[in-house]
């Protein structure tokens, strides 16, 4: 069946890179996308990756996805104060309708002084 | 930019009451979705639109229901709420088509029922 997975908690310190790593499970998914969700917030779309790339960089975003293991990663340089969020992992499986996306249970992301 | 709003961002009602939580999007997209979002759980599906009075049951569909009478409009409808519904509620909305790959979400509604 279709799941995504990734940890439920990360703290970093300020100036550090997280990294935060998913697997999903449908290898068909045609996008794999990270949400940001601020307290308070619904959720906004930080970066997304296209299946038939390994990675995409995007100012301090790193997304790295490795279609073998099925893993998605997202690397955030120069972690800030600003990055405390819960993050997303999502896919989009291909023969879903409607345009399905499969969310996992979110990365709450914390930063150390 | 796209906007998607929920009628409201806190909600307390009792148990066995009904419920409507609305969701309206600018963006005249086909397709529309109602999640709950719980602590470890992540976001779970209830039900989804992908036109006029289309509907389709999500992953929790039980003790939900939905209208879909305008394309703008999707609501969500807990027919006598139970404590177990307390969660926050989010609505998003995406274009139609296989090049369309952002979900646009709502602030979310925070319900509980008491």
């Known amino acids: 069946g279709e799941d995504v997975e990734q940890s439920l908690f990360l703290s970093v310190r300020e100036g550090d890179s997280s990294v935060i790593n998913c697997t999903y499970t449908d290898s068909s998914s045609t996008y794999l996308y990270w949400y940001k969700q601020e307290p308070g917030a619904g959720l906004q779309l930080l970066t997304y990756?296209?299946?038939?790339?390994d990675m995409k960089q995007d100012q301090r975003l790193t997304v790295l996805l490795n279609k073998k293991d099925k893993h998605l990663s997202l690397r955030i340089a120069d972690t800030q104060t600003g990055d405390s969020a819960i993050y997303f992992c999502a896919e989009s499986p291909r023969d879903s309708s409607a345009s399905k996306i499969i969310f996992g249970s979110g990365t709450r992301l914390s930063i150390r002084p | 930019d796209v906007k998607v709003t929920q009628s409201s961002r806190y909600l307390v009602k009792r148990t066995g009451e009904k419920v409507f939580l609305e969701c309206v999007q600018d963006m005249d997209h086909e397709n529309m979705f109602w999640y709950r979002q719980d602590p470890g759980l992540g976001l779970r599906l209830i039900y989804f639109?992908?036109?006029?009075?289309?509907?389709e049951k999500g992953d929790i569909p039980e003790g939900y229901s939905v209208s879909r009478e305008k394309k703008e409009r999707f609501s969500l409808i807990l027919e006598s709420a139970s404590t177990n519904q307390t969660s926050m509620y989010l609505c998003a909305s995406r274009l139609a088509g296989p090049t369309s790959y952002e979900q646009y979400f709502g602030p979310g509604t925070r319900l509980t029922v008491t």
């Open positions: 990756i296209f299946s038939n790339m």
């Open positions: 639109s992908y036109d006029v009075k289309m509907k």
